[in-house]
């Protein structure tokens, strides 16, 4: 089971195949990054301090309002594994974004042009490479996607409208890894016959002055899992390379951040989208069903 469970929620991420472990010597991200070395490395971090991968800026932790960790809690009340009236189907349905710039919780007197334009998907940050603004155009998109989209349905995980058969699929596979982790634990070592990317979950760091917060990358569903058992910390993976966007951003970086080099956003905006993230907050409109 373990396995095939994480075989469907596994990312295409470009690792490594070693890892050095800090778990002993730091849980700070900024401070492990000062003990060198190229390879990845692994610390235990606070799950409060991490977030969803994208613009809404769920936490995770014992006090969260994602989505994901709220269906496992009623999950865990009722056995009822059903997608109608759930709380993944209860925020898709309520948190449906027209465009990227409502999605990013940048507000119409404040955006303009491709922000207004694009579709409200999770592919564009402001640190993001300009290779990201593929995402931006419907045409970018496989036949498939385009269908999908033009049916009126969202790209992204982290808002709706979505069908009720991706719906019921993603809610499966939300509770199969609680069920898989609630039953065997989460590893200090990984079972040796897991690829390198299904080991640990990845976070990318963000760097605001001497703090830092962790953004998914991958391990959306582990996090999850953890968050709903009352679980504090776990055990990530930073400084991983891959295809997500980079796994360091810093604050102060801000007048180099490539889509704010290019003139997507300006330096305001890019700072709002980073800071609204960073403590957790949800775009504004960014309100939904009672998650109780």
């Not at 994208?54 to 496992?72: I, K, R, W």
Request: net charge positive.
């Amino acid at each position: 089971m373990l396995k095939s469970v994480l075989a469907r929620v596994k990312r295409t991420l470009s690792l490594n195949s070693e890892y050095r472990d800090l778990r002993e010597q730091t849980n700070d991200p900024l401070e492990a990054l000062c003990f060198g070395g190229t390879k990845p490395l692994l610390i235990t971090f606070d799950l409060a301090k991490t977030r969803w991968h994208g613009p809404t800026g769920f936490a995770y932790g014992q006090d969260t309002s994602h989505p994901y960790v709220g269906t496992l809690r009623e999950y865990q009340r009722s056995g009822n594994a059903d997608y109608a009236g759930s709380a993944l189907q209860r925020y898709w349905h309520d948190w449906q974004p027209k465009n990227l710039a409502e999605a990013l919780g940048l507000g119409p007197e404040s955006s303009v042009g491709l922000l207004r334009s694009a579709p409200s998907g999770h592919r564009i940050l402001p640190w993001y490479e300009t290779s990201s603004l593929r995402w931006s155009k419907l045409t970018s998109f496989d036949a498939k996607s385009r269908r999908y989209y033009q049916e009126g349905f969202s790209l992204t995980r982290t808002n709706g409208p979505h069908s009720p058969q991706v719906g019921r699929k993603r809610i499966q596979r939300i509770i199969d890894v609680f069920l898989m982790l609630n039953e065997g634990g989460f590893w200090r070592h990984p079972p040796e016959e897991l690829p390198y990317f299904e080991q640990f979950p990845v976070g990318d760091i963000m760097e605001r002055g001497s703090e830092a917060v962790l953004m998914i990358a991958n391990g959306q569903h582990r996090l999850s899992a953890l968050s709903a058992m009352g679980m504090r910390e776990c055990t990530m993976l930073i400084g991983v390379k891959h295809q997500r966007g980079p796994f360091l951003v810093r604050r102060g970086d801000v007048d180099r951040w490539p889509l704010v080099r290019k003139g997507v956003f300006s330096r305001d905006q890019a700072l709002e989208v980073f800071d609204r993230i960073f403590d957790g907050r949800q775009p504004a409109g960014c309100r939904w069903g009672n998650m109780s």
